[in-house]
């Protein structure tokens, strides 16, 4: 890599002006350490060393490095950035000027603070690896990444991007006698809109000022000034809750929501009369974000993840926070969703009603939601004049006049060319806020959001210029297209707006910005790894302990938790397509059965809740099955239970449904109370006719309980005698492909759970006759069936082998069997089939767990009594240990061995203030003599190996060695990040594929021994999967173009 630039021993000129929006930095490289050093227009003059071993970091004198392998012209620093264990410094090397803004803490009061997009980044690995093809994976992931940020990030050295005017003002403030040039302005940003605050984890632990890093956000920003009116729209979206749509959807457990994005219309405008001049800044705010419940869309159709009585509490903490964060005691929730499209109208019910079932609460706490749906899709058909209606009519005289808008006067007073006197009054505050949803928060609310604010601001325009009008729709245009490709990643109309000639030269959003977006073509898979890998929270980042510090806290990490008791209850029934005649025939299942304690968390499985025939396969809806299922539970576990406490209550969180099968999941409401259930999903996997129908299978649901992962599988595996093979594979393909969508970029895969818990009809018989096998029966000699169970005979074959194919065998463990065979009885009936099968009886029902010393089985048992089906509910009682990290001791114990590594690493700085300092040489350095006298450079020529040598003493990692011998293993997984194309495994199948299924089903080959358990597929399943969209430019023509850019530069 060729980086140079002029020496750096040149005499500062000294002038007046400094042009402090246009800072540069040198960054130099030794083999041990990065320094960050200022070049030119720099307020604060200091170095910042990087020790490339351990990651230290310590702020200096300015320091002058002459020994440097090479040194590279800078704009910004980003962070630190992890890929696959590897730190790399990210800077930023280009940037354009959209525009400039007008504010109060201006240096020069006639110079208004430049905001810019970024144009160029570069990541910079710390160290380089010798093997090629890591390095060409590497190279893979830093060009991804620069892609994915070429358009639509936006930054300023001397203003906040993070805040409103109205937070501005409340927040920043100058001390008595503070010079504006020592004031900073970006204090006190708002990190949720700060894209790279998860690149400058190292430099908040090790204390290092704020000031070091640039904090850029990502949304819109654009400007047009017709006459005295200046006009600037400004959206910023949130980074949590901030990937890609399919990925990024409703609410987590802390209360934030998916694609929020604020967006600011700002206007400013100038009354000029006699010997005063007035400027007005008026602001009006609004939010966006999807439904604020549990669901997700990550194939084809969205669905529900939690019940709407599992989120109250995340809810009514999601409201406190809007109210918090615009200090308003209620705002207007509008709903913009669809009633014709099922999921959309689902959604709206749900809204509703957690709204209404939150309200006391919330009205407790003095905070107000009010709550309006229009259907967008309905009334807007083929214009807006019903919404223009809508507005005016009821929306601006109920709710948008008591909101208002912000407005700032500044009044300056001359005398003689001469500035005698200055005043500045708050004439108006934002008193409320509308908080609009659709679906996608792209065009409707844009749409929306774009007429509200013209009614709430129109009577803030002092003229009738009608270019006003047509600029400030063209932005709200621009705004949608842009905020709409960075979620879902299209942006239709784009090219359309941008080709209006006679409006854009009016605009200043950028020369550069707007091409790249609209080229940018990247999946929604694409964007999501790259958004998670630059938030660190990519499953490639963090997989490898990349220093001491971190390597030493994994060791240590059990001294920094504290487990706690947790109570399971875990149910299979293989219900036959049947119902129990009442709730009540359950309820024996569900009564405490030690001590009269009542499990903390409850899990049912079940298996064929309608018949498997080809008819209920492919036309029966198990929907109606499921509701019904979801009463009779509900119901028989309040009556068992029968508790008063609140907190003891059971909770409805989720189900998830595939054909017959079923999982639902109960928990104590004190556990929500206390967020101790997170990160709470649900999968299935189709096993049935190769993986194609769904009436094998499983399906699941994982969780984080504290900071142990869970998951449980409700599995309906093959049927028939001597199918241990097939059965085996069955499991590996569900442990290979669960939720194995998410864990491309997430650890949710089977092996990344702490405890794992397999039940359901797995299907094993007992590999005997009927002679044998039913007076063993009735002679309770269980010794004898389990010599014979095929599942037994496999674990004491298996227990030892190495061969992943063998695992389940070898890592599950099942309690003591001590009741009879749960399959298969005549209906309603205690005896085993008499039908022709003659079945013989088997324990098809388990429940199994993987080994782990902090699960214990308390109980297993069948109930004889309950007889709607032709198996036997089983149920296991189990006490588990979760473990509970102590997240506030991990930090002070991080912070502490950063703070004595450095005290040891870096002791050479107090051994050199004596060394000779050489005058400041900056090459085209515009300093004022006050910022000369404060550089003083240390030349760091003599003494550079005794300072890296000593910063890298105590630094005990070795990455080369550590990431060459782990991560070699792992670079045939970094596909993920650059294919752009996801094959759709879940899409509808056509009438003929169907027909073709239901053949297989009535004329199944080979040997079927379950009379309710055909091989078929399942045609109203109700996930589809869309396919992403695919990228042309591939990494070489990158390069090439960005060659091509330089020789241009240079020329």
């Given at each position: 890599?060729?980086?140079?630039?002029?020496?750096?021993?040149?005499?500062?000129?000294?002038?007046?002006?400094?042009?402090?929006?246009?800072?540069?930095?040198?960054?130099?490289?030794?083999?041990?350490?990065?320094?960050?050093?200022?070049?030119?227009?720099?307020?604060?003059?200091?170095?910042?060393?990087?020790?490339?071993?351990?990651?230290?970091?310590?702020?200096?004198?300015?320091?002058?490095?002459?020994?440097?392998?090479?040194?590279?012209?800078?704009?910004?620093?980003?962070?630190?950035?992890?890929?696959?264990?590897?730190?790399?410094?990210?800077?930023?090397?280009?940037?354009?000027?959209?525009?400039?803004?007008?504010?109060?803490?201006?240096?020069?009061?006639?110079?208004?603070?430049?905001?810019?997009?970024?144009?160029?980044?570069?990541?910079?690995?710390?160290?380089?690896?010798?093997?090629?093809?890591?390095?060409?994976?590497?190279?893979?992931?830093?060009?991804?990444?620069?892609?994915?940020?070429?358009?639509?990030?936006?930054?300023?050295?001397?203003?906040?991007?993070?805040?409103?005017?109205?937070?501005?003002?409340?927040?920043?403030?100058?001390?008595?006698?503070?010079?504006?040039?020592?004031?900073?302005?970006?204090?006190?940003?708002?990190?949720?809109?700060?894209?790279?605050?998860?690149?400058?984890?190292?430099?908040?632990?090790?204390?290092?000022?704020?000031?070091?890093?640039?904090?850029?956000?990502?949304?819109?920003?654009?400007?047009?000034?017709?006459?005295?009116?200046?006009?600037?729209?400004?959206?910023?979206?949130?980074?949590?809750?901030?990937?890609?749509?399919?990925?990024?959807?409703?609410?987590?457990?802390?209360?934030?929501?998916?694609?929020?994005?604020?967006?600011?219309?700002?206007?400013?405008?100038?009354?000029?009369?006699?010997?005063?001049?007035?400027?007005?800044?008026?602001?009006?705010?609004?939010?966006?974000?999807?439904?604020?419940?549990?669901?997700?869309?990550?194939?084809?159709?969205?669905?529900?993840?939690?019940?709407?009585?599992?989120?109250?509490?995340?809810?009514?903490?999601?409201?406190?926070?809007?109210?918090?964060?615009?200090?308003?005691?209620?705002?207007?929730?509008?709903?913009?969703?669809?009633?014709?499209?099922?999921?959309?109208?689902?959604?709206?019910?749900?809204?509703?009603?957690?709204?209404?079932?939150?309200?006391?609460?919330?009205?407790?706490?003095?905070?107000?939601?009010?709550?309006?749906?229009?259907?967008?899709?309905?009334?807007?058909?083929?214009?807006?004049?019903?919404?223009?209606?809508?507005?005016?009519?009821?929306?601006?005289?109920?709710?948008?006049?008591?909101?208002?808008?912000?407005?700032?006067?500044?009044?300056?007073?001359?005398?003689?060319?001469?500035?005698?006197?200055?005043?500045?009054?708050?004439?108006?505050?934002?008193?409320?806020?509308?908080?609009?949803?659709?679906?996608?928060?792209?065009?409707?609310?844009?749409?929306?959001?774009?007429?509200?604010?013209?009614?709430?601001?129109?009577?803030?325009?002092?003229?009738?210029?009608?270019?006003?009008?047509?600029?400030?729709?063209?932005?709200?245009?621009?705004?949608?297209?842009?905020?709409?490709?960075?979620?879902?990643?299209?942006?239709?109309?784009?090219?359309?707006?941008?080709?209006?000639?006679?409006?854009?030269?009016?605009?200043?959003?950028?020369?550069?910005?707007?091409?790249?977006?609209?080229?940018?073509?990247?999946?929604?898979?694409?964007?999501?790894?790259?958004?998670?890998?630059?938030?660190?929270?990519?499953?490639?980042?963090?997989?490898?302990?990349?220093?001491?510090?971190?390597?030493?806290?994994?060791?240590?990490?059990?001294?920094?938790?504290?487990?706690?008791?947790?109570?399971?209850?875990?149910?299979?029934?293989?219900?036959?397509?049947?119902?129990?005649?009442?709730?009540?025939?359950?309820?024996?299942?569900?009564?405490?059965?030690?001590?009269?304690?009542?499990?903390?968390?409850?899990?049912?499985?079940?298996?064929?809740?309608?018949?498997?025939?080809?008819?209920?396969?492919?036309?029966?809806?198990?929907?109606?099955?499921?509701?019904?299922?979801?009463?009779?539970?509900?119901?028989?576990?309040?009556?068992?239970?029968?508790?008063?406490?609140?907190?003891?209550?059971?909770?409805?969180?989720?189900?998830?449904?595939?054909?017959?099968?079923?999982?639902?999941?109960?928990?104590?409401?004190?556990?929500?109370?206390?967020?101790?259930?997170?990160?709470?999903?649900?999968?299935?996997?189709?096993?049935?006719?190769?993986?194609?129908?769904?009436?094998?299978g499983a399906v699941i649901v994982r969780f984080k309980l504290d900071d142990t992962n869970m998951m449980f599988l409700n599995c309906h595996l093959m049927s028939g005698k001597g199918k241990g093979s097939k059965r085996t594979d069955e499991i590996n393909f569900i442990f290979d492909n669960?939720?194995?969508?998410?864990?491309?970029?997430?650890?949710?895969?089977?092996?990344?759970?702490?405890?794992?818990?397999?039940?359901?009809?797995?299907?094993?018989?007992?590999?005997?006759?009927?002679?044998?096998?039913?007076?063993?029966?009735?002679?309770?000699?269980?010794?004898?069936?389990?010599?014979?169970?095929?599942?037994?005979?496999?674990?004491?074959?298996?227990?030892?082998?190495?061969?992943?194919?063998?695992?389940?065998?070898?890592?599950?463990?099942?309690?003591?069997?001590?009741?009879?065979?749960?399959?298969?009885?005549?209906?309603?009936?205690?005896?085993?089939?008499?039908?022709?099968?003659?079945?013989?009886?088997?324990?098809?029902?388990?429940?199994?767990?993987?080994?782990?010393?902090?699960?214990?089985?308390?109980?297993?048992?069948?109930?004889?009594?309950?007889?709607?089906?032709?198996?036997?509910?089983?149920?296991?009682?189990?006490?588990?240990?979760?473990?509970?990290?102590?997240?506030?001791?991990?930090?002070?114990?991080?912070?502490?061995?950063?703070?004595?590594?450095?005290?040891?690493?870096?002791?050479?700085?107090?051994?050199?203030?004596?060394?000779?300092?050489?005058?400041?040489?900056?090459?085209?350095?515009?300093?004022?003599?006050?910022?000369?006298?404060?550089?003083?450079?240390?030349?760091?020529?003599?003494?550079?190996?005794?300072?890296?040598?000593?910063?890298?003493?105590?630094?005990?990692?070795?990455?080369?060695?550590?990431?060459?011998?782990?991560?070699?293993?792992?670079?045939?997984?970094?596909?993920?990040?650059?294919?752009?194309?996801?094959?759709?495994?879940?899409?509808?199948?056509?009438?003929?594929?169907?027909?073709?299924?239901?053949?297989?089903?009535?004329?199944?080959?080979?040997?079927?021994?379950?009379?309710?358990?055909?091989?078929?597929?399942?045609?109203?399943?109700?996930?589809?999967?869309?396919?992403?969209?695919?990228?042309?430019?591939?990494?070489?023509?990158?390069?090439?173009?960005?060659?091509?850019?330089?020789?241009?530069?240079?020329?």
């Amino acid at each position: 890599m060729d980086r140079t630039l002029p020496s750096l021993n040149k005499a500062a000129s000294q002038v007046e002006y400094v042009d402090y929006d246009s800072p540069v930095w040198a960054l130099q490289s030794t083999p041990n350490t990065f320094t960050i050093s200022p070049l030119k227009n720099v307020k604060f003059q200091k170095s910042l060393i990087i020790d490339k071993n351990s990651v230290k970091i310590q702020e200096h004198d300015v320091v002058v490095r002459q020994d440097a392998d090479w040194t590279l012209e800078i704009q910004g620093f980003l962070g630190i950035i992890n890929i696959l264990g590897l730190e790399h410094l990210m800077v930023i090397t280009g940037k354009e000027e959209i525009c400039r803004i007008k504010h109060r803490f201006q240096i020069y009061k006639d110079e208004p603070t430049s905001i810019y997009e970024l144009q160029d980044i570069d990541i910079i690995p710390f160290y380089g690896v010798n093997n090629n093809h890591l390095e060409n994976s590497l190279k893979s992931i830093r060009e991804g990444i620069k892609r994915y940020m070429e358009a639509g990030f936006y930054f300023s050295y001397n203003f906040d991007l993070t805040l409103s005017a109205q937070k501005r003002d409340k927040l920043y403030f100058l001390s008595d006698g503070q010079d504006l040039k020592s004031f900073d302005p970006l204090s006190q940003q708002d990190y949720r809109y700060v894209w790279n605050y998860n690149l400058n984890k190292q430099m908040r632990t090790q204390h290092i000022s704020q000031y070091w890093t640039i904090p850029i956000i990502q949304g819109f920003v654009g400007q047009s000034e017709i006459n005295d009116i200046e006009l600037i729209l400004l959206s910023r979206r949130r980074w949590i809750g901030g990937g890609s749509k399919n990925h990024c959807r409703g609410l987590d457990e802390e209360g934030n929501t998916a694609c929020s994005v604020e967006t600011e219309q700002l206007i400013f405008y100038k009354v000029q009369k006699d010997k005063t001049v007035r400027f007005f800044t008026t602001s009006y705010v609004q939010l966006r974000a999807t439904a604020p419940l549990f669901w997700q869309q990550l194939t084809g159709k969205p669905n529900m993840m939690r019940s709407v009585e599992s989120t109250l509490e995340i809810f009514t903490k999601h409201v406190m926070k809007v109210c918090e964060d615009y200090e308003v005691d209620k705002f207007l929730a509008l709903n913009l969703q669809s009633q014709s499209q099922a999921f959309e109208d689902e959604l709206t019910q749900h809204y509703k009603k957690i709204i209404d079932e939150t309200a006391p609460t919330i009205s407790k706490q003095g905070k107000k939601i009010d709550y309006d749906h229009f259907d967008y899709a309905h009334h807007c058909k083929k214009n807006t004049s019903v919404l223009d209606t809508y507005i005016n009519d009821m929306l601006k005289n109920k709710y948008l006049d008591s909101i208002d808008c912000y407005t700032e006067k500044h009044s300056i007073y001359y005398e003689n060319d001469q500035i005698v006197r200055e005043s500045r009054s708050i004439l108006k505050l934002q008193k409320g806020l509308v908080r609009t949803n659709c679906l996608d928060c792209s065009d409707k609310s844009n749409v929306v959001q774009m007429k509200l604010c013209y009614v709430s601001i129109i009577p803030y325009l002092k003229q009738t210029d009608p270019k006003i009008e047509q600029v400030f729709t063209t932005l709200w245009q621009l705004n949608g297209e842009y905020l709409s490709k960075q979620y879902t990643g299209q942006s239709p109309q784009l090219n359309q707006i941008l080709s209006r000639d006679h409006l854009m030269i009016l605009l200043n959003i950028g020369n550069m910005g707007p091409r790249r977006m609209l080229r940018q073509n990247l999946s929604d898979e694409y964007r999501q790894e790259c958004f998670l890998i630059f938030q660190g929270s990519h499953e490639l980042c963090n997989t490898i302990p990349s220093t001491f510090i971190e390597s030493t806290i994994i060791k240590e990490i059990k001294s920094y938790t504290e487990e706690q008791k947790v109570v399971l209850h875990i149910t299979t029934i293989n219900c036959a397509g049947r119902l129990p005649s009442s709730y009540k025939e359950l309820i024996p299942i569900f009564k405490p059965q030690i001590d009269g304690v009542f499990p903390d968390i409850m899990v049912i499985g079940l298996q064929e809740i309608v018949k498997l025939n080809a008819f209920g396969i492919f036309k029966g809806k198990n929907k109606t099955r499921m509701n019904e299922w979801e009463q009779l539970l509900r119901s028989a576990i309040e009556v068992a239970s029968n508790t008063k406490d609140p907190m003891e209550r059971y909770v409805w969180v989720i189900a998830k449904s595939m054909v017959g099968c079923f999982i639902g999941l109960f928990v104590k409401r004190k556990l929500l109370e206390h967020n101790r259930i997170k990160d709470l999903m649900a999968t299935k996997i189709k096993t049935g006719l190769g993986g194609s129908a769904g009436n094998k299978g499983a399906v699941i649901v994982r969780f984080k309980l504290d900071d142990t992962n869970m998951m449980f599988l409700n599995c309906h595996l093959m049927s028939g005698k001597g199918k241990g093979s097939k059965r085996t594979d069955e499991i590996n393909f569900i442990f290979d492909n669960a939720f194995k969508t998410e864990s491309k970029s997430r650890r949710l895969g089977f092996e990344h759970h702490d405890m794992v818990f397999l039940f359901g009809d797995l299907n094993y018989r007992i590999a005997a006759t009927n002679d044998l096998v039913r007076p063993a029966v009735k002679k309770l000699d269980y010794r004898f069936l389990k010599a014979n169970d095929e599942l037994m005979q496999a674990f004491e074959l298996y227990r030892h082998s190495k061969d992943m194919q063998y695992r389940f065998y070898r890592d599950f463990i099942e309690g003591n069997i001590d009741f009879p065979p749960t399959y298969k009885f005549d209906k309603k009936s205690n005896e085993y089939d008499s039908s022709k099968k003659q079945r013989v009886p088997a324990w098809c029902d388990r429940i199994l767990w993987k080994r782990n010393s902090k699960v214990n089985q308390q109980i297993l048992k069948s109930i004889q009594d309950i007889l709607f089906s032709d198996h036997r509910p089983v149920f296991a009682q189990f006490e588990i240990y979760s473990s509970k990290i102590n997240h506030e001791k991990v930090e002070q114990v991080e912070e502490q061995l950063f703070e004595n590594t450095r005290f040891q690493s870096l002791y050479v700085f107090g051994k050199q203030k004596s060394m000779p300092i050489p005058q400041v040489d900056v090459n085209d350095t515009q300093l004022t003599k006050e910022q000369a006298d404060d550089q003083n450079p240390i030349d760091m020529s003599q003494p550079e190996v005794n300072l890296d040598k000593s910063l890298s003493k105590n630094s005990k990692s070795e990455p080369e060695k550590q990431y060459d011998q782990i991560v070699i293993e792992k670079a045939d997984n970094l596909v993920p990040l650059i294919e752009e194309n996801d094959d759709d495994d879940d899409a509808e199948e056509s009438p003929q594929q169907q027909e073709k299924k239901v053949q297989q089903v009535e004329n199944p080959k080979g040997d079927v021994d379950d009379d309710h358990s055909g091989e078929s597929g399942e045609s109203n399943d109700d996930d589809s999967q869309n396919k992403g969209t695919a990228d042309s430019n591939n990494v070489d023509q990158i390069k090439q173009e960005q060659i091509q850019n330089e020789e241009q530069k240079q020329q």
